[in-house]
Structure formats: structure tokens, C-alpha cells
């Protein structure tokens, strides 16, 4: 059983020991908790200093319990029938496994104090079972519980509820107290949406209906259809939560949603545009954990990461990422910010809006109301003594002025452009009014950019292409392979696709470069050049994916045009 006597040192005594966290933020922490009276390890993660698996590992050191990760575990289903759904929620305890010759139930917890939650546990189990109590991180249990028990809140029981008075008690238990059923409706939805890992919630108002369509991996789906009736209520509830005028359908609207979900704080950007059937409301899901990813796990290939790295490295210049709107420019971005995230360095953002928020980085909204557009953001950020700032997009030739020089002064500077391919930079700014000598000088690299689905590897279908997928892959006459096509299967809610992963092509300023473009060379030019010195394009860097199985020649042809090679 659980060695549940107190330990000698305070936690954060024993935390300080370890060189985990700081004095400093020790006493942030111990008056935090006088106002907020959580217990000091969960203080301590929400506040950011210290991350719930090295919370985890550390309790698991210091009192010799064993732990485990909860992200590579699968559920054993007799050990999750044998606990009460609301025990387990009530107390974040998670059923792992049930060993059928010692009797004995393996359960996830993250308070290994947490007596309480034990002694109820024996008590609703059969008297002959021994609880094995093992720690992991509260977020992961919270996470794994949806999982392990559903996440539906009884959608129809509600929508039941609204249409008959009756009230729908399996959707009630799921709360702390009964609220109105269309509240909780609107909850169901957001909650449903953020589960399935979903970007967009799109709110379709029809003459006779109103139609839900959620965005996954890049992709609108239909998810549900609903009588127009339930239309307003549900607007209203939307604006209240994001603190919009409700008076006011006649003009777009801008709002903000902050909940928190599974255990982790999720923003939704809420927007709204009058129709001719109503407002349409557009939800984007804005989740941290899942829009800031470490640098290696962007899933670049070998190369284009030792590239991306060589850029990084300089001390000074621009670097810019184009490509559509939802190409991952900004997840791109904030990882590469976040890798050069140091106590060293003073990083600054001028973006609009700020989407996600990094510790230590000092982020600023451009905010039309007062004046602060993107020029008159980088000419106030360059009082700041920063070393590196990120411009949220070069729209116009005063933004790019201040943003090359800041550049020219000794600044790595990072931005966005709306162009199609990581050559059509160059036109573009030279469209916009940027002198080429300035560029050519300033410019350490572009990066043009794609997100495609990855084929589900429980379904995707083997075969041979013919004579055209062969012609747009680049095939050799003798070259004899095999690739894949999407299917569906219950794994993937039988779209034949799960996740997504970047492409990329990614060019290099070198001496060559920057003399074409500081003569006014064209693009073809520029191309050719580029190609001589191993410039992937992003059509290659695609057909690659195809032949390694990772994606499909249909699902390539749906981001990136390959008319250009038959």
C-alpha cells in the first residue's frame, strides 16, 4: 500500500533542494496560495514553473512510489467496469489495470496523500481486491478518464430535455449542479469539439435549420443538424461567454472564451457575421499544449530540420514563413520561438491576435483602436532592447521597413507573408517597396509551407499507381512501388486520415542568392538557382511523404498543385 506518512521536509523545501524551482518562486507560490488554496505542487505547474511530468518524476523519487505515463498506456476495460465513473472523476482517480490472479487493481493517482480517495475506493470494490495506488500527472488521469468512460454528455438527453421538460440525468450527473439545459448544450459542444482535437466550430444558421460543422485536421465535417428554434438561445449564450453585445446582430463581432477543459486552460476566438438566415458564429480552438510543439517533433524531415536549425543560428536577419491561412505558419513560428525561449534572451511579439502564450516571451496585440498597428509596434518594440522580435505578418511597405530595420540594427527578426511558395517572396516585397540590395543583405531564409493529413496506419489501402500517378510522382520507367490511399475505419471515425504533418521547402540565402536578387533576377531565375543548390520544393518534399507511405497522392494534389509536373 501507500506510504501516506508525512514526509520530514516541506514539498517546497524538498523542491528547492532538488534545484527544481527557484526562492524567488517558491514565495510566488506560498502567497498565491493564500488566496488560492490549492496544494503547493498544483500551484506550482500553474503557474508555469515547473511541468506536471517533472512534478510527477519528483514525487515518484522522492517517496519511492512507483509512477507511470498515462500517454502510453492502454486501458485495460475490466479494470475501468470495476470503479464508478463518478468516484473516479470526483477524486481524478483512473482504473489501469486488473490482475485477475493476485486480485489486484492498479489505479492511477495524482495526490499520493489523498487518503480520502483511497478508503472510498476499497469501500465500493469487493473486499478481496488490493488497490495498487501508482502516481501520474493530474491532466494526463483527467485526459485519460474521457477515454476511459466517454466524453459524450448526452447531446440527444438534452436536446430531449429542451423539447419535453424531462430532465436528462445522465447529462446532470456530469455537473457540479444543475444548470440550464442550454447551457449545458453549449458546453456539451465546446467540450465534444475540444476532446476530438478539433480547430474550428463552425455555428451555419439555414432558412429552416441550424447546421454544426467542426474543422478537423484542416477538413469541415457536418456533425450535427439542429431546428432553428434552438438558434438564439444558443447565440446569446455564445456572445455572453465571450462577452459580446447580445443587442447587436447587425455588425460583425469579435470575442474571447477562456474555460478550462480535462484539466488544462483552452481559448476559444469567437467570431460572429450576420447572414441572411442569422449570425454565423465561427469558434477557433485555441489549446496550448497542442499549438506549441518542441522543434523536433514538427515532423520535418532530417534535412529541412539541420536547415531550419543553421537559420536559427544566425544572430541577426529575417526570417519568414508563407503559405495560406491555416498552413501552420503560426505553430512553426512559436516552436521556433519557444526553442530559442532563454533566460539570455529578450524575445518580443507584435501579433494580431496573440494566440498562445510563452513564458517569458513579452507578447503585444496589435489594437486598431489605439493606434498600434504593426509599424508603429516594431519602431516602439526596438526601445525595448530586445534580441529577438516576431512580426505577425508583413502587410504593407511601412511594416516591412521598420521590420528590415530592425533587422539592419543587430535583431533576428521573424514574419509572416502571404505568398504561395517560398521564391514568391521575393516579387512580393520587392511588389511591396522593399529596395532589393536591403533584402538581399537582410534575408537569412524563407520557408514556405503546408499542412497535409497523415493516411490512419490501422487502414490506409496498398497499391500500384497508374500510368498518370506515376508521370506526377516522378517515377522512373523500371522503378516498381507500392503506395497508399485512405479507407476508413472506427480508428480514424472512417475518414481514412488521423493528424496532420508539415511540408516544407525551405530557402537558404547564399552568396548566389542575394546577388540575383539584389540585380532584380526573376523568379524562374531565382529557381533555377535555387534547385542547382539543392532547393527542395514543396511538391518534392510532398511526393516523398507519398512514397514513404505517410500520406496519400489525393490528399498532396488537395494542398499542393502538382500540374506542374506532367
Given at each position: 500500500m501507500?506510504?501516506?506518512?508525512?514526509?520530514?521536509?516541506?514539498?517546497?523545501?524538498?523542491?528547492?533542494?532538488?534545484?527544481?524551482?527557484?526562492?524567488?518562486?517558491?514565495?510566488?507560490?506560498?502567497?498565491?496560495?493564500?488566496k488560492?488554496?490549492?496544494?503547493?505542487?498544483?500551484?506550482?505547474?500553474?503557474?508555469?514553473?515547473v511541468?506536471?511530468?517533472?512534478?510527477?518524476?519528483?514525487?515518484?523519487?522522492?517517496?519511492?512510489?512507483?509512477?507511470?505515463?498515462?500517454?502510453?498506456?492502454v486501458?485495460?476495460?475490466?479494470?475501468v467496469?470495476?470503479?464508478?465513473?463518478?468516484?473516479?472523476?470526483?477524486?481524478?482517480?483512473?482504473?489501469?489495470?486488473?490482475?485477475?490472479?493476485?486480485?489486484?487493481?492498479?489505479?492511477?493517482?495524482?495526490?499520493?496523500?489523498?487518503?480520502?480517495?483511497?478508503?472510498?475506493?476499497?469501500?465500493?470494490?469487493?473486499s478481496?481486491?488490493?488497490?495498487?495506488?501508482?502516481?501520474a500527472?493530474?491532466?494526463?488521469?483527467?485526459?485519460?478518464?474521457?477515454?476511459?468512460?466517454?466524453?459524450?454528455?448526452?447531446l440527444?438527453?438534452?436536446?430531449?430535455?429542451?423539447?419535453?421538460?424531462?430532465?436528462?440525468?445522465?447529462?446532470?450527473?456530469?455537473?457540479?449542479?444543475?444548470?440550464?439545459?442550454?447551457?449545458?448544450?453549449?458546453d456539451?459542444l465546446?467540450?465534444?469539439?475540444?476532446?476530438r482535437?478539433?480547430s474550428?466550430?463552425?455555428?451555419?444558421p439555414?432558412?429552416?435549420?441550424?447546421?454544426?460543422?467542426?474543422?478537423?485536421?484542416?477538413?469541415?465535417?457536418?456533425?450535427?443538424?439542429l431546428?432553428?428554434?434552438?438558434?438564439?438561445?444558443?447565440?446569446?449564450?455564445?456572445?455572453?461567454?465571450?462577452?459580446?453585445?447580445?443587442?447587436?446582430?447587425?455588425?460583425?463581432?469579435?470575442?474571447?472564451?477562456?474555460?478550462?477543459?480535462s484539466?488544462?486552460?483552452i481559448?476559444?476566438?469567437?467570431?460572429t457575421q450576420?447572414?441572411?438566415?442569422?449570425?454565423?458564429?465561427?469558434?477557433r480552438?485555441?489549446?496550448?499544449?497542442?499549438?506549441?510543439?518542441?522543434?523536433e517533433?514538427?515532423?520535418?524531415r532530417?534535412?529541412?530540420?539541420?536547415?531550419?536549425?543553421l537559420?536559427?543560428?544566425?544572430?541577426?536577419?529575417?526570417?519568414?514563413?508563407?503559405?495560406?491561412?491555416?498552413?501552420?505558419?503560426?505553430?512553426?513560428?512559436?516552436?521556433?520561438?519557444?526553442?530559442?525561449?532563454?533566460?539570455?534572451?529578450?524575445?518580443?511579439?507584435?501579433?494580431?491576435?496573440?494566440?498562445?502564450?510563452?513564458?517569458?516571451?513579452?507578447?503585444?496585440?496589435?489594437?486598431?483602436?489605439?493606434?498600434?498597428?504593426?509599424?508603429?509596434?516594431?519602431?516602439?518594440?526596438?526601445?525595448?532592447?530586445?534580441?529577438?522580435?516576431?512580426?505577425?505578418?508583413?502587410?504593407?511597405?511601412?511594416?516591412?521597413?521598420?521590420?528590415?530595420?530592425?533587422?539592419?540594427?543587430?535583431?533576428q527578426?521573424?514574419?509572416?507573408?502571404?505568398?504561395?511558395?517560398a521564391?514568391?517572396?521575393?516579387?512580393r516585397?520587392l511588389?511591396?517597396?522593399?529596395?532589393?540590395?536591403?533584402?538581399?543583405?537582410?534575408?537569412?531564409?524563407?520557408?514556405?509551407?503546408?499542412?497535409?493529413?497523415?493516411?490512419?496506419?490501422?487502414?490506409?489501402q496498398?497499391?500500384?499507381?497508374?500510368?498518370?500517378?506515376?508521370?506526377?510522382?516522378?517515377?522512373?520507367?523500371?522503378?516498381?512501388?507500392?503506395?497508399?490511399?485512405?479507407?476508413?475505419?472506427?480508428?480514424c471515425?472512417?475518414?481514412?486520415?488521423?493528424?496532420?504533418?508539415?511540408?516544407?521547402?525551405i530557402?537558404?540565402?547564399?552568396?548566389?542568392?542575394?546577388?540575383?536578387i539584389?540585380?532584380?533576377?526573376?523568379?524562374?531565375?531565382?529557381?533555377?538557382?535555387a534547385?542547382?543548390?539543392?532547393?527542395?520544393?514543396?511538391?518534392?518534399?510532398?511526393?516523398?511523404?507519398i512514397?514513404?507511405?505517410?500520406?496519400?497522392?489525393?490528399?498532396?494534389?488537395?494542398?499542393?498543385?502538382?500540374?506542374?509536373?506532367?
Amino acid at each position: 500500500m501507500l506510504d501516506t506518512s508525512k514526509p520530514k521536509k516541506r514539498i517546497g523545501e524538498l523542491l528547492l533542494d532538488a534545484g527544481i524551482i527557484t526562492q524567488d518562486q517558491l514565495k510566488i507560490a506560498l502567497l498565491e496560495q493564500k488566496k488560492n488554496p490549492l496544494q503547493l505542487g498544483k500551484l506550482l505547474v500553474q503557474l508555469g514553473f515547473v511541468s506536471e511530468t517533472v512534478m510527477r518524476d519528483f514525487f515518484s523519487e522522492s517517496y519511492q512510489q512507483e509512477s507511470i505515463d498515462l500517454a502510453k498506456m492502454v486501458l485495460d476495460h475490466e479494470a475501468v467496469d470495476r470503479v464508478p465513473q463518478s468516484l473516479a472523476r470526483r477524486h481524478s482517480l483512473l482504473p489501469v489495470s486488473f490482475e485477475d490472479s493476485t486480485l489486484t487493481l492498479t489505479v492511477a493517482i495524482s495526490d499520493i496523500f489523498n487518503v480520502v480517495a483511497l478508503d472510498q475506493l476499497n469501500a465500493a470494490l469487493d473486499s478481496n481486491i488490493t488497490v495498487h495506488p501508482v502516481l501520474a500527472g493530474e491532466r494526463e488521469i483527467l485526459s485519460a478518464l474521457d477515454n476511459a468512460y466517454g466524453f459524450d454528455l448526452s447531446l440527444d438527453g438534452i436536446l430531449h430535455e429542451i423539447e419535453t421538460g424531462e430532465v436528462d440525468y445522465q447529462s446532470v450527473a456530469t455537473q457540479d449542479q444543475y444548470s440550464q439545459p442550454l447551457v449545458r448544450l453549449v458546453d456539451a459542444l465546446l467540450t465534444d469539439a475540444v476532446k476530438r482535437g478539433v480547430s474550428d466550430i463552425h455555428f451555419e444558421p439555414e432558412q429552416g435549420f441550424l447546421r454544426i460543422r467542426y474543422r478537423q485536421d484542416g477538413v469541415l465535417q457536418q456533425v450535427r443538424s439542429l431546428h432553428k428554434n434552438y438558434w438564439s438561445a444558443i447565440a446569446v449564450r455564445i456572445k455572453v461567454m465571450s462577452e459580446m453585445n447580445i443587442a447587436e446582430t447587425r455588425i460583425p463581432q469579435d470575442g474571447h472564451i477562456s474555460l478550462t477543459l480535462s484539466g488544462r486552460p483552452i481559448d476559444f476566438r469567437v467570431s460572429t457575421q450576420p447572414t441572411v438566415y442569422g449570425e454565423n458564429i465561427v469558434l477557433r480552438i485555441l489549446d496550448r499544449e497542442k499549438g506549441i510543439v518542441p522543434l523536433e517533433k514538427l515532423g520535418l524531415r532530417e534535412e529541412n530540420l539541420h536547415l531550419l536549425q543553421l537559420m536559427m543560428a544566425r544572430p541577426e536577419g529575417i526570417i519568414m514563413v508563407t503559405g495560406p491561412t491555416g498552413s501552420g505558419k503560426t505553430t512553426t513560428l512559436y516552436s521556433i520561438l519557444n526553442h530559442l525561449n532563454t533566460e539570455e534572451r529578450n524575445i518580443m511579439t507584435l501579433e494580431d491576435p496573440v494566440e498562445y502564450h510563452l513564458g517569458m516571451v513579452r507578447q503585444t496585440s496589435v489594437n486598431e483602436a489605439v493606434k498600434l498597428d504593426f509599424s508603429h509596434g516594431v519602431r516602439s518594440i526596438l526601445r525595448q532592447d530586445p534580441d529577438i522580435i516576431l512580426v505577425g505578418e508583413v502587410r504593407d511597405e511601412a511594416t516591412a521597413e521598420m521590420a528590415f530595420r530592425a533587422a539592419m540594427t543587430g535583431h533576428q527578426v521573424y514574419t509572416t507573408l502571404h505568398t504561395n511558395s517560398a521564391i514568391g517572396a521575393v516579387p512580393r516585397l520587392l511588389d511591396i517597396g522593399v529596395l532589393p540590395d536591403i533584402m538581399a543583405d537582410n534575408i537569412i531564409g524563407i520557408i514556405g509551407q503546408r499542412l497535409v493529413r497523415k493516411l490512419c496506419p490501422y487502414c490506409k489501402q496498398v497499391y500500384a499507381p497508374n500510368e498518370l500517378e506515376r508521370q506526377l510522382l516522378g517515377l522512373k520507367e523500371e522503378e516498381e512501388v507500392e503506395i497508399y490511399r485512405a479507407q476508413g475505419c472506427p480508428q480514424c471515425n472512417e475518414r481514412g486520415y488521423k493528424g496532420r504533418m508539415a511540408l516544407m521547402e525551405i530557402l537558404r540565402m547564399d552568396d548566389a542568392m542575394e546577388e540575383l536578387i539584389a540585380h532584380r533576377a526573376n523568379v524562374h531565375e531565382l529557381k533555377r538557382n535555387a534547385l542547382k543548390r539543392g532547393f527542395v520544393p514543396l511538391a518534392e518534399d510532398g511526393v516523398r511523404r507519398i512514397l514513404e507511405g505517410s500520406t496519400s497522392l489525393d490528399e498532396l494534389s488537395r494542398v499542393v498543385d502538382l500540374t506542374g509536373r506532367l
